[in-house]
């Protein structure tokens, strides 16, 4: 089956306080997003790559692409203001229905192959594979009053890629945009489909706050 990557990389970093987007700062020497690119080549050359950047920011993409003599051919399209507007562009870039589709943040530079292509082969079976890892910490439930300490073991953290059956997530994506819809799952899920989870990485981590870049070195340092 084709197997298509949608790369999100169409956000501002905000939370990281930089002058550049998050997805474009240099981790071992190169920016975040062509690690993110590479591993997926490194899983399969044949995957289809679409990659999400914001509108004002294309310029800076192909300037590094120069710099770094970057030549992966990638299909590039624009994001909107929220990761569901980003998804939705990158979606409506494919015009087949057929196929399975990778939805994958820009930021999550250290999935390896073997994550990826579990999730295409648990999707192609399943509709949906969905990275996530349990979680290590105690948690606890809170209102401004009272906390309450809850199971852990009932509960997961969820990550990308997100990989579904290329008709389903189009069709789920058609749903009216609501900040609860954080990721593709909660969008397959409103609209009606079962999600069918897979066991993640801890090295899997999101690029959010600046102490990340220094765990993202020590990680990629020791791939
Ligand atoms: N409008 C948006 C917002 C987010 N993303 C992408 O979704 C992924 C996960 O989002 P997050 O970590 O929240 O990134 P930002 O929105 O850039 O960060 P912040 O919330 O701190 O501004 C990132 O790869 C980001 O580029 C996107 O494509 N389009
Ligand atoms: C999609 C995601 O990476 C799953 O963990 C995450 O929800 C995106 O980050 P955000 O902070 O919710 O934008």
């Known amino acids: 089956m084709k197997e298509y990557a949608i790369i999100?990389?169409?956000?501002k970093g905000t939370r990281m306080k930089q002058t550049i987007s998050k997805q474009f700062i240099e981790l071992n020497g190169l920016p975040i997003l062509m690690h993110t690119i590479n591993a997926f080549k490194a899983?399969?050359?044949?995957?289809?790559?679409?990659?999400v950047l914001p509108k004002?920011?294309?310029a800076i993409w192909e300037?590094?692409?120069?710099?770094?003599?970057?030549?992966?051919e990638v299909t590039v399209t624009t994001g909107g203001d929220s990761r569901f507007q980003s998804v939705k562009n990158g979606l409506n870039i494919i015009s087949?229905?057929?196929g399975l589709v990778a939805i994958h943040d820009g930021v999550?530079?250290?999935?390896?192959?073997?994550?990826?292509g579990a999730s295409y082969r648990l999707a192609a079976v399943h509709q949906s594979a969905v990275a996530a890892v349990r979680l290590k910490e105690s948690i606890r439930i809170t209102d401004q009053d009272t906390t309450k300490?809850?199971?852990?073991?009932?509960?997961?953290?969820?990550?990308?890629?997100?990989?579904?059956?290329l008709a389903l997530i189009k069709k789920a994506y058609e749903i009216k945009e609501e900040p609860s819809l954080t990721d593709d799952a909660s969008v397959a899920e409103r609209s009606g489909h079962k999600i069918s989870l897979f066991e993640g990485?801890?090295?899997?981590?999101?690029?959010t706050t600046p102490e990340d870049l220094i765990i993202a070195e020590a990680l990629i340092n020791n791939k």
């Open 201 to 207: 990485s801890y090295s899997n981590i999101k690029i």
């Open 63 to 72: 300037e590094l692409c120069r710099k770094f003599d970057f030549s992966t």
């Open 96 to 98: 087949e229905e057929k």
């Open 8 to 11: 999100v990389a169409g956000g």
């Open 149 to 165: 300490a809850v199971d852990r073991s009932d509960f997961r953290m969820i990550q990308t890629p997100q990989t579904f059956d």
């Open 108 to 116: 999550r530079p250290l999935v390896g192959k073997d994550i990826i």
């Open 43 to 51: 899983y399969s050359n044949d995957v289809e790559i679409i990659l």
């Open 56 to 58: 004002d920011e294309i």
